[in-house]
């Protein structure tokens, strides 16, 4: 705090005046004043520059506009000069047609920067497609990209037991589809199944039909020469009485027709009996026909049963299979996979000094800096207009507007 005059000087004045005596009250006054010089003086000491501390201040400070040489001469006489490199100052810029970035500087020479340095690309893989729209970075899933591997272990296991089980649909169908044609037509895996079918039986009824219509035919065609022997028999037995002469030998030749009658009868019968034996054979081939024809179609309707299974149980899969691509999608764009941030590595070495610095304008710049704690900053000057364009989106996509 500045001092104020404390002290009243006393207008001492010569006998035979009285008016200021030398007694204790003016004496006090001259007193308290000598004090109070005293109390200043000590606090002026305490608090002055020390000499080493003066000589290092600065007594004046000099610039040349044309070098932008800054000269400091201090108190103690001595001078240092620093060059402020205002010929490194940019006065122009320009935006070529291969985007490059030339920056004219004061003394005439032109820095040439690369904006592509400024810019990262993105490339798309079989599994995730990169776009570009309107200056925004969008990722996506390719349709059937995502493989079995990319998958969680919970739904690998569930894909799996799928195709195991529907593998195992699949053989037992194939199985009864052999089983069918086994009893069907004959299979070279079963022995003996050659002579077992419905197609060999169906043949074999067809023979025996055949057989037995011929042996009935031809019964039927000899009972009817029985018959016609007979009658002839019978008339000439009438006409014997016609003559007796002829009698005896008539007589005998009605005998030897009535044996060869009853010869013929015999034979009818033989073979009506034969007929009569292929027919239950037929009979009996056609029953085991029919039981193959019935153990076929069970076999077939068990196939056709499990077939439809298999395919059920195969679109229910694939609908299974759907919803755990569309879980995994959703999970995926929500971050759900995203796990915390690891612990930040060692800190590399220090890179080779760079070029001497530009002095530009910095409304508008802004900067990404990870920190110790893992979050994503955004820095920007504090007398921008407005904040960087970067949000992020519903989807949880982070989103960086480049240009208007």
Do not use: C
Not at 216 to 241: F, L, M, P, V, Y
Not at 245 to 270: L, M
Request: no cysteine; aromatic share 6%; glycine share 6%.
């Amino acid at each position: 705090m500045a001092l104020q005059p404390f002290y009243t000087i006393t207008d001492w004045q010569n006998l035979p005046s009285q008016k200021t005596a030398l007694n204790r009250t003016n004496l006090l006054h001259t007193e308290n004043g000598v004090k109070e010089l005293d109390n200043r003086t000590v606090q002026l000491d305490a608090n002055k520059a020390d000499k080493s501390t003066v000589n290092a201040l600065v007594k004046d400070i000099t610039v040349d506009v044309d070098t932008g040489i800054l000269t400091i001469t201090y108190q103690n006489g001595s001078v240092k000069t620093y060059d402020l490199d205002i010929e490194k100052v940019v006065v122009n810029f320009d935006i070529t047609d291969d985007d490059k970035l030339v920056l004219t500087l004061a003394d005439g020479t032109q820095k040439v920067i690369d904006l592509t340095r400024f810019v990262y690309s993105v490339d798309s893989t079989p599994t995730i497609t990169m776009k570009i729209l309107n200056r925004t970075i969008t990722a996506e899933i390719v349709d059937g990209s995502v493989t079995m591997e990319k998958l969680d272990a919970a739904i690998q296991t569930e894909f799996r037991q799928y195709m195991l089980d529907a593998q195992s649909a699949r053989d037992a169908a194939l199985q009864y589809q052999k089983f069918a044609k086994r009893y069907f037509e004959g299979d070279n895996d079963f022995p003996g199944s050659e002579t077992d079918n419905v197609k060999f039986y169906y043949g074999q009824i067809k023979e025996d039909a055949a057989t037995s219509g011929q042996n009935a035919q031809s019964a039927a065609e000899d009972a009817e020469i029985a018959a016609q022997q007979a009658g002839i028999a019978r008339q000439k037995a009438t006409n014997a009485s016609v003559s007796e002469t002829n009698a005896a030998a008539s007589a005998q030749i009605a005998t030897q027709k009535a044996a060869e009658a009853a010869a013929s009868e015999q034979i009818a019968k033989d073979k009506a009996d034969v007929s009569t034996a292929a027919a239950a054979t037929a009979t009996q081939k056609a029953s085991l026909a029919a039981e193959s024809e019935a153990n076929a179609k069970i076999y077939r309707d068990q196939t056709e049963s499990i077939a439809n299974e298999a395919v059920t149980d195969i679109a229910e899969a694939g609908g299974r299979v759907d919803n755990a691509l569309t879980d995994f999608n959703t999970k995926l764009l929500s971050g759900y996979f995203n796990g915390p941030m690891g612990p930040q590595g060692p800190q590399g070495k220090d890179g080779e000094r760079g070029a001497d610095a530009v002095v530009t304008q910095a409304n508008g710049t802004y900067a990404f800096q990870v920190r110790d704690n893992g979050h994503l900053y955004v820095l920007f000057p504090d007398s921008s207009a407005a904040p960087p364009p970067v949000r992020i989106n519903e989807a949880g996509h982070f989103i960086v507007k480049l240009g208007g």
